[in-house]
């Protein structure tokens, strides 16, 4: 009986504990909710005071996005430059993290030192020097220039996740490799390379998100051609007689569910993400 | 038949008629030439050209047998310089044709980015003769350097501050027996009226209709810290009380900015800050125009630009449009003197001849009567004396009328290359000022004074060192 | 192909493409900034740069608002960082045991977005949640005090209000790193201290802390460069208003770079942030280096 109360008593604690839990969750979630129910609704719903909070959804303003002329070129090229660009960025790092994981290479700390320290600059500082460099050659607002920029921005990153996860991989199997007269070449591709997964899909999601919410640099070294996504949310936000709200709320909303829905796929990679690389392990 | 002679004959005329203009005329029959026009965004008259712009092409493929498309790209007041020059500065041709406020034509004009148009306006025969309702027009949307008869830009949009009212009030009577029990004056009621409005009684108007409990408020301002908005609600106390914001000549702001009578003027325009909603000092056009819109205050001082935005369908009837108020003088007369608004046009430099000579059979079709008054009855503001001189232009839109009145009681402040900076430095000792964060106003003029004397005296304007112990100074 | 296999070179053939992107993207780009930070140039001005020599940089030195842009970057990243840490502390010792929660994939999945958005869209929203009439703060807050406070407009608030955004944005960061850290420490050690019972603070202090140290070490430098870089938020939020209280470095430097454009006075000071940079990346490794070493005394 006594011991029935305490299974009891230790399930009427969890619930209330994980309830707690999503109380919070949700509570933190809220601003982001908020939005994506702003784009459901009309102008007047939405700038309503007292908020409105039950209404009518209504698909108008997803309507009137898609109708607009810039919004499938930007879209596109939010994609076109996001994929490449990380694309680009990883094989040309995966390459390097072999190099500089497998090699005894002298000054390879100093150069991983130097490559990182770019992610650390505030970006109007980094911005600065590109800009003037493509103002000369004339690469404003064209999309190889654009794309080779952020692949640059994505290799720190990349090349610090994986030369961690290459490290983790045994000499052994090179050693194999080359003892069974193997090509480097074969070793590097068909034998690191399936090892270093996880690490090349941290990479590559880490990185794509980051170009996809690029604002500043395609703001400044993009234009007419080379629009993306966070750019047209900034720049396109005023309209007549104020901000035009329902475009900012419809907008925000489907650029986030691309995000949001690869955190929910990849959360085991979150962390290796966000600390390039250096701490890995499950939440 | 003889319709169709008739055509003929009109239409061999017309080629006749433009045969000389044509001396200079690419031969772009046939060609497909693309455009892309930069606006400001938010901005109806920004926008109205590239709408207009499909009557163009035809016009263009009729007269000139050309193909030509447009594109309309924009940003906000506060960044659009930004992208114009960003994009500039690469030589690009991005953008054909770019509108640009009046201040930026230094900026635009010193590093070769747009085109010189006096060679093309006097050899042409329609721009060469075209006429502009006042003087400050030309000065303020056409000129630089100031004063050198060099004509860089084209008039895109006239505009000026003006008094968007709401009429229902005024004219209730149970309202204007009160204010006349509590002032003794009548409130306002006709064009002519508002004429006799001063400060000093816009204050006694605007205190009056403050009613925060029946979320109604005297009248609103802007006080944003953003681009030029408060600039542009100080300037008018500065100036009609006789203030000066530079020496015209040698450029020098130290002493001609930060002097008492615009230290004065600073605290008489933040006394207004009482009679506007909260949230007031961060307000900006849009910020205002919905506060009116939304009938929170009796009055609002806004651009003429923005009529169509401010007189909506639900407040139609009960707005009426009149000039702003002025400030009296020793003499008992009003003074008004407005910082003009209003945009020009400039001809990107890098764009090909092909789209140049577009571009310019585009303006000379935008300055068409014909295209003007179109341009007029779709919201916008035109600069060319025989429409705005036209008999029936007042009754076109409901502001047309206070903003004729005060072309004249309107000039702008400096087309510097370095504007941007002259204007990011006041902006930030005006509003550092106006929303409380310092109470001295004479303090934060010789803080913004000596900062502009030292942009000056580095860009060579002036010989003069700005005050090394104004620059010390701290605003907060 | 052998032969370049087993060459010197090959390992620096594998590693051009990197440096050919870093020298591209980079070495030239920094020279330039460097080379630009001795000139006055102005993009708008139509004149050539005119060598100044180190003018830009004494300038610096007298600018009073360099120090204030300087002196609020500092306190901004203190408290960006220190209120991360203890929310993200807090969040994170409340989610340790919760393998079991119901839907937890999703739960942390909101729970972390909020700091893979982009910035630039998160200061436009909040812009709208901010607005003293139609924002749902701006309702909240007039429910509640009866007062229309116009966070954004307002000396003082601002700054809160932006720190605020921030703190919300990064504390999920926080978490994740405590989580993370917490799950170093060998459950072992930490059954060990339930049977010993000890104290919370000393199973904290002597249990805990050890192991997950270097995980929460290397995340406060982390959101401290992050804190530091701060510019796209500040920028939709409030462009450094009102009245310059809210301008950090990062606004300074854009708003210098691309309103006034005055290439060479931003490219000196965009020299000063990267040093500055330059010296958190070094402590940063030298943290990893420590935990390096650690690992290879044991």
Partial sequence: ?283 | MRRVFAFLLSLGLMTAGSLPAQTNHLDLKGKQIKLAILGVAGWLPSKLPSDMFPEFAKYAKEKYGYDVTCTYADAPFGALFQKAAASLATKSNEYSLIVSDSQWLGAFTEPGWIVKLDPIIKSDPVLSKLQWYNPVLETSYMEYPDNSGQHVALPQETDVEALFVRKDLFQDPKEREAYKQLTGNDLPQTFEDWEKVDFDEFAKISKFFTRPDKNLYGTVFQHSKEYDFQSMYVYPFMWSMGGEFWDPKTHDTEGYLDTDINAKAMEYQKTFVQYEPPGALNYGIAENIDAFTQGKTATSIMWAAVGLAMITDQNRDKVMVVPPPGIKQADGTIKRLYCIGGQAWVVNNYATPEQKQAIFDFLKWWYLPETQLEFAKKGGNPAVKEVLEDPSFDAINPWNRAMKYMIPFNRDFYHSPKYAELLAIQQEAFCSYVTGAMNDPMKALHWAAARQQQVFHDLGDTKKKANPAYLKLQLN | MRRIENSKLYPWLLLTPTLIFFAIWNIVPLFWMVGMSFYNYSLNLGRPPRFVGFDNYTDYLDSVDVWLAMSRTFTFVIFSVGLTTLFGGILGVLFWRSTKMPGRRLALTLLFSPMILTPAAIGTFFRLNYDPTFGIFGYFTRLFTGHTLDYLGTEGWAFIALLAVDVWMWTPFMLLITLAALGSVPSAELEAAEVDRLSIWRRFRYVILPHARFIIMLGIILRTIDAFKVTDLVYQLTRGGPGGTTEVIGVMIYRKAFDALTMGWTSGLAVITLLTAIAFTAIFLYILNLQKRRRALK
């Fill in chain 1, 1 to 283: 009986m006594n011991e029935q109360k305490a299974v009891a008593s230790r399930h009427w604690k969890s619930t209330l504990y994980y309830t707690v839990l999503w109380v919070i969750v949700l509570i933190y979630f809220f601003p982001v909710l908020w939005i994506i129910l702003s784009a459901f609704k009309t102008k007047n719903e939405l700038l309503a005071t007292p908020p409105v909070w039950f209404f009518r959804p209504t698909l108008e303003n997803f309507i009137g996005l898609f109708h607009r002329d810039n919004f499938w070129p930007t879209f596109f090229n939010s994609l076109t430059i996001s994929l490449s660009s990380v694309g680009i960025a990883i094989v040309v790092s995966f390459l390097a993290a072999y190099a500089l994981s497998r090699f005894k290479i002298v000054g390879s700390d100093f150069i991983l030192f130097l490559i990182l320290s770019i992610r650390m600059v505030p970006g109007a500082a980094v911005v600065v020097p590109v800009y003037l460099m493509y103002a000369a050659l004339g690469w404003k607002d064209s999309f190889w220039p654009m794309t080779f920029f952020y692949a640059m921005f994505s290799i720190p990153f990349s090349l610090w996740i994986l030369k961690g996860f290459m490290d983790g991989v045994s000499v052994r199997f090179d050693e194999t490799g080359l003892a069974n007269n193997a090509s480097r070449f074969h070793i590097i591709f068909k034998v690191i390379l399936p090892q270093v997964k996880p690490g090349l899909i941290a990479a590559f999601v880490f990185n794509m998100i980051f170009v996809w919410n690029e604002f500043l640099f395609n703001f400044i070294l993009g234009g007419k051609q080379t629009t993306m996504i966070p750019t047209l949310l900034v720049s396109d936000s005023v309209h007549e007689g104020g901000v035009d709200w329902t475009f900012v709320a419809s907008l925000g909303a489907i650029y986030l569910v691309p995000p949001v829905v690869a955190l929910y796929f990849f959360q085991k990679y979150l962390l290796v993400g966000m600390t390039f690389g250096t701490v890995r392990g499950e939440v």
